[in-house]
Each structure stands twice: as structure tokens, then as C-alpha cells.
């Protein structure tokens, strides 16, 4: 079992950043892949990005490419979301969640998922 708990959300203008935090325990982290994926009131949950158990491979959705950065402290048993630039699409619940450690094109897919937090909300005004 692993528990997750992100923070950090918040309520931001166009073009704000913003950094959410998740904090694992459980069993060992570096065993998985962590991914952040989003729910839009309304629409399903989507990708967001993902890395490797080790940080060193990752991966991001065409709409977060170039504005948001995945990264990982496995000291730490924790994955960070770097968020820039962001855009009133950007609103949305995002959830940290952990997966099996092979990392391929599953890695994009919700249903791959193991183990989800609570989620944090996070809202970008125009």
C-alpha cells in the first residue's frame, strides 16, 4: 500500500506558476512510477506527466509540454509539479498517483494507476 498526499493548489491568474508537492509513504517509492493527472468538472480524468522510478525518463500530455516540469526526491518520497504559464484550461482537481515501475506508453493511461491521493485543486482566472 502507498499513501499519497499532495498540496499546494491554490487560486491563480493567467500566466501565474505554481508548484504542487506530493508526499508518499508506505512501501519503497523508487519501486514506481509517478504520475500527475487532472479532472475538469464536467470531463474525464486526464494525463498530465509521469516519470520513472528513477526520474530519469519522463513524460508529458501535448497541452502541459514545454510549461510544466515533473520531478522526484526519492530521499525525500516526494514528486513535485512544476506549473508555468498557466491558462484558465489549466483549472482543475490534480491528483498524484503511483503505478507499476515499466514505464511505456501505459504510463499516459489513468486506468494504470495504482494507488491515487486526494487530490488539490487548483484554479487559473483570466
Known amino acids: 500500500q502507498v499513501q499519497l498526499v499532495e498540496s499546494g493548489g491554490g487560486l491563480v491568474q493567467t500566466g501565474d506558476s505554481l508548484r504542487l508537492s506530493c508526499a508518499a509513504s508506505?512501501?519503497?517509492?523508487?519501486?514506481?512510477?509517478m504520475g500527475w493527472l487532472r479532472q475538469a468538472p464536467g470531463k474525464e480524468r486526464e494525463f498530465v506527466a509521469a516519470?520513472?522510478?528513477?526520474?530519469?525518463?519522463?513524460t508529458y500530455s501535448d497541452s502541459v509540454k514545454g510549461r510544466f516540469t515533473i520531478s522526484r526526491d526519492n530521499a525525500k518520497n516526494t514528486v513535485f509539479l512544476q506549473m508555468n504559464s498557466l491558462k484558465p484550461e489549466d483549472t482543475a482537481v490534480y491528483y498524484c498517483?503511483?503505478?507499476?515501475?515499466?514505464?511505456?506508453?501505459?504510463?499516459?493511461?489513468?486506468?494504470?494507476?495504482?494507488?491515487w491521493g486526494q487530490g488539490t485543486q487548483v484554479t487559473v482566472s483570466s
Open positions: 508506505g512501501r519503497t517509492f523508487s519501486n514506481y512510477r
Open positions: 516519470n520513472s522510478p528513477s526520474g530519469g525518463t519522463k
Open positions: 498517483a503511483a503505478g507499476p515501475a515499466q514505464f511505456s506508453s501505459s504510463a499516459s493511461q489513468p486506468n494504470t494507476y495504482v494507488y
